[in-house]
RNA sequence: GCCUGGGUGGCGGAACAGGUAGACGCAAGGGACUUAAAAUCCCUCGGAGCAUAGCUCUGUGCGGGUUCAAUUCCCGCCCCAGGUACCA
């Protein structure tokens, strides 16, 4: 019989989906696996990415199943968001209509993948009946003071028409479309995720089951520092200025004033003076040039004398104030105290106004001087030129003037956090509507609990001109104010599409339940935390930072019961392939090609060095039904995971795919091949005697086991794992075919082949049931235990013993395992071809390590 | 610049507590089967050298070090990828 993928494959689909296989409840005899892959976006077809992200999940909740473990394994839409609308404009079909259709496309899709999920689960963001909990969610956050309202300058994408968090600004471009991000001032919706950003740093030591740079990243982002804020008295009038600084170590350097070009100290300390016209323009032209902020390397430093003065609160000297471009205005106060010696950018800004400098840390090994310094020194060393504080090593002097300043009323300690809330409104269509209403007179109030859901009207229509329907539809906005009975209208803004993705992990726990909550408080405590999360890197910051401070915050309302959401983190790598480019039409398709050469011109074409991610506008795209349709889902799933480990990328070989296919051509034939021999035949069991090669054999299988379980369970290697598998493949096809009636040596390639079957049940699960079936097997494979190795079995008689003579492999003795070390030692030297290399030599010491080697070592 | 990773054959990758470098696969070459091809099965496969059934030297980005022994540990550098960037 063939190896016939499509019609096998169809098979246990098709069984799998009406007895609901992998369906899964609570059951508190078992112990749970919660695995979860991060949920696609219904973009209308699946990529390779979806492939190996979902394979690499499936192998795991598999496996897990197979060694006992009650699994989720669930899957859902992350539905809301702006293709949808995009296509609305472009295509005039209504964004629900579009995307229900493309989950429909797309869940085809994955079934035919072969993914273990327990469909009955399944959800979808944008319905209702999911963002109603998230309204209540919001009004339950408004009350505790964790949702706010504020006018505020905002980041705002223009192509998006919507405005973006600080999270989703990439390098000053739009996270999703690219675009230069512009500012705007807007009454803006924010989660309080400051509130909780201790616990979120604090915690990033707490979560060892996740890599290290996930959580470096993440520490970055929040970028908490120590510091002081100190004061630096006006020379006219009162008041001061207030300054951030973590280096108030070196306070007594600090000879001018830098205001950050946008601050209001700006225009108030020129009001009236000779220079405020300048001064303005100047401000003006530096607000244009924050927006190009990014898009240039570097820029020139460049500032303005504001004709004012402050004292430096230790020194009492003068210091001239500038407005500067190189300022935050919304980092620490806006404000920065300059100490050219000890800062690059102060210095380069002193060198440029001729302002003074001031030694005032001096390091060891050589002596600074002012006058001919060539750049800032910003390294440890004494103080010197700082009154009493003299002579301390700058790292430690800063707690005692921090202290000082706090005995003297001129400064005190603080903790400065780059983190800024997390913005959520978005004037956009598709997305959960903000279950907020403005009343004239009671001003803002929330919609009643047993009033929501607020559910998205249907009937809007969409223009190329962009800008939210809702915000014109007045069906929508005319309402009336809960608490006065008066006129009312509705907030527009729907949220951020970051907000359902912050919590859906935990309504796969009762998909359907329709109590407030909805989270059904058993279940969850049931399943949740996440055992294994897996998903891409690029949302190590964004959507993983969220989710972690959503879950503390449903904690904080009393509906989950843990702090963090994903025990198990792992950050799959990028699926990618080499581009072939030609120098007129660009990018081309493989199929566009023939000998190097574009098809379209006949030029030779560049292919890429190296692979790239897979993208549709570098057409270096493999489209996952063509493969399934040609090889079959196994085949694309045991690629996907022999290429490369997980948290590789993987580059895309076509070959490799072949090889996969054949590999798989294989082990069916091998089984297909005994089939006749062995169907009456039953697993070897016990110990029995057997001759060399079936001993081998068996030793093989019972290795093999114990490989593909290490492999899978504690590191996530299925490329390891397969390589194992194939080996015991290739075992069973160098096996000398034994005679039909030898019961033994059948009964021991049986062993072999249900090992090789059930441990690839995980990988490819289609060829493996059917294989299992055909063996004789009434229980499918993902209902069988997973194999368990014989330690007698697996163990060797013999082992290899390398001889090394000063640490250079000279030779090889096989002894038995139980081989004393004075005998190997002894063997060893005694040895035809050692002997003769020790001829006449001074051996100064033999070393022994156990099972490995022995190096004699001798004088040279 | 800073923070993470990472540099191993023609290629993807093994070597998981310092102990046989290159498992497994791809590509390449050879052979068997076949009228032929495909498919399949088997063999060879880091480099150099030699008195060529074998042996020797060399080899894990570069330079040092520790050790009987280093792809693995330490120090210094180079290169690549990702993140971040005037954060005071």
């Not at 098709?14 to 899964?24: C, L, Q």
């Not at 106004?353 to 006058?371: G, H, R």
């Not at 005319?478 to 009312?488: L, M, S």
């Not at 290697?717 to 096996?735: D, K, W």
């Amino acid at each position: 019989m063939k190896y016939d993928p499509l019609v096998i494959e169809e098979k246990w689909q098709k069984k799998w989906e009406e007895e609901k296989t992998f369906k899964v409840t609570e059951d508190r005899d078992k112990k749970k696996y919660y695995l979860l892959e991060m949920f696609p976006y219904p973009s209308g077809r699946i990529h390779m990415g979806h492939v190996r992200n979902y394979t690499i999940g499936d192998v795991v909740a598999r496996y897990k199943r197979m060694k006992g473990f009650n699994v989720l394994h669930p899957i859902g839409w992350d539905a809301f968001g702006m293709p949808a609308e995009n296509a609305a404009i472009e295509n005039r079909i209504h964004p629900s209509k579009w995307t229900y259709e493309n989950i429909a496309q797309m869940k085809k899709q994955l079934k035919r993948m072969g993914f273990s999920y327990d469909w009955d689960r399944e959800l979808a963001t944008c319905d209702a009946g999911y963002y109603r909990w998230e309204q209540l969610f919001f009004i339950w956050m408004y009350e505790k003071g964790l949702a706010y309202k504020k006018r505020s300058s905002v980041n705002f994408c223009v192509k998006c028409d919507t405005v973006l968090a600080n999270e989703q600004v990439e390098g000053g471009l739009c996270w999703r479309c690219g675009t230069d991000v512009t500012e705007k001032v807007l009454d803006q919706w924010f989660f309080k995720i400051t509130a909780y950003i201790d616990e979120l740093l604090e915690y990033c030591d707490r979560l060892p089951g996740w890599p290290e740079r996930v959580l470096a990243m993440q520490k970055n982002w929040i970028g908490k520092s120590f510091g002081c804020l100190v004061d630096f008295p006006l020379e006219e009038g009162p008041g001061a200025i207030q300054v951030f600084t973590t280096r108030q170590d070196t306070l007594y350097g600090a000879t001018f004033m830098l205001v950050a070009a946008e601050h209001p100290l700006v225009t108030e300390l020129t009001r009236g003076k000779p220079c405020e016209k300048d001064v303005q323009a100047f401000v003006e032209k530096v607000k244009k040039q924050d927006k190009m902020k990014r898009t240039s390397d570097y820029y020139e430093k460049e500032g303005l004398f504001l004709d004012s003065y402050c004292l430096n609160p230790l020194t009492g000297s003068k210091m001239p104030i500038f407005a500067a471009n190189f300022v935050l205005a919304d980092y620490g106060t806006g404000c920065v105290m300059a100490v050219p010696t000890h800062d690059q950018r102060d210095f380069e800004f002193a060198k440029k106004f001729n302002l003074p400098l001031i030694v005032v840390i001096q390091p060891e090994d050589k002596e600074l001087d002012a006058n001919t310094m060539a750049e800032a020194y910003v390294d440890e060393g004494y103080l010197v030129n700082s009154g009493q504080f003299n002579g301390m090593l700058n790292t430690q002097v800063l707690d005692a003037i921090a202290d000082y300043l706090e005995k003297e009323g001129k400064g005190k300690r603080t903790v400065q956090y780059r983190l800024r809330d997390w913005g959520i409104s978005r004037q956009r269509y598709w997305g959960a509507p903000i279950p907020m209403i403005n009343c004239e007179k009671c001003g803002i109030v929330p919609v009643p609990e047993k009033d929501l859901p607020v559910v998205l009207p249907q009937n809007v229509t969409f223009t190329p001109a962009g800008g939210s329907p809702l915000s014109t539809l007045a069906e929508f906005i005319n309402t009336t104010c809960p608490r006065c009975g008066g006129r009312a209208s509705r907030e527009t803004d729907t949220m951020d599409t970051f907000v359902e993705s912050s919590w859906y992990f935990a309504r796969y726990c009762s998909p359907k339940y329709d109590v407030t909550p909805g989270l059904e408080r058993q279940a969850v405590d049931y399943w949740m935390p996440v055992d294994q999360y897996i998903g891409g890197i690029e949302h190590a910051i964004l959507h993983l930072l969220y989710a972690r401070f959503y879950t503390k915050v449903l904690r904080d309302l009393g509906v989950v019961g843990v702090t963090e959401p994903f025990t198990n983190l792992l950050t799959q790598g990028m699926v990618c392939k080499k581009t072939i480019e030609c120098p007129e039409h660009g990018y081309l398709f493989p199929e566009q090609v023939a000998d190097n050469k574009c098809g379209l011109c006949g030029r030779e074409v560049l292919i890429s060095e190296t692979p790239v991610k897979m993208s549709k506008s570098l057409k270096n795209v493999v489209d996952p039904d063509y493969l399934v349709k040609t090889y079959g889902a196994d085949t694309a799933r045991i690629f996907c995971l022999f290429a490369a480990p997980p948290e590789n990328d993987l580059d895309w070989s076509d070959k490799g795919v072949e090889g996969a296919f054949r590999f798989l051509g294989r082990l069916w034939r091998i089984v297909d091949d005994y089939l006749e021999d062995i169907k009456s035949v039953a697993t070897v069991s016990g110990s029995p005697e057997l001759a060399d090669d079936l001993k081998n054999l068996r030793r093989k299988t019972h290795q093999t086991i114990r490989k593909v379980s290490a492999d899978i369970e504690d590191r996530f290697h299925f490329n390891t794992a397969i390589s194992a598998v194939m080996e015991l493949v290739n075992a069973l096809y160098a096996l000398k075919r034994p005679d039909k009636t030898d019961q033994v040596a059948l009964s021991v390639i049986r062993e072999a082949l249900e090992a090789a079957v059930l441990l690839l049940a995980p990988i490819v699960p289609h060829i493996t049931e059917e294989l299992w079936q055909t063996l004789g097997h009434d229980t499918p494979a993902a209902d069988t235990a997973w194999p368990v190795f014989d330690q007698a079995a697996a163990s060797e008689e013999q082992m290899t013993i390398v001889i090394q003579i000063n640490g250079k492999l000279r030779s090889r003795i096989m002894v038995p395992v139980d081989c004393d070390a004075e005998t190997i030692k002894a063997d060893a030297q005694n040895d035809e071809r050692i002997a003769a290399l020790l001829a006449g030599a001074k051996i100064l010491k033999v070393i022994y390590v156990p099972k490995k080697l022995v190096n004699v070592v001798v004088a040279s």
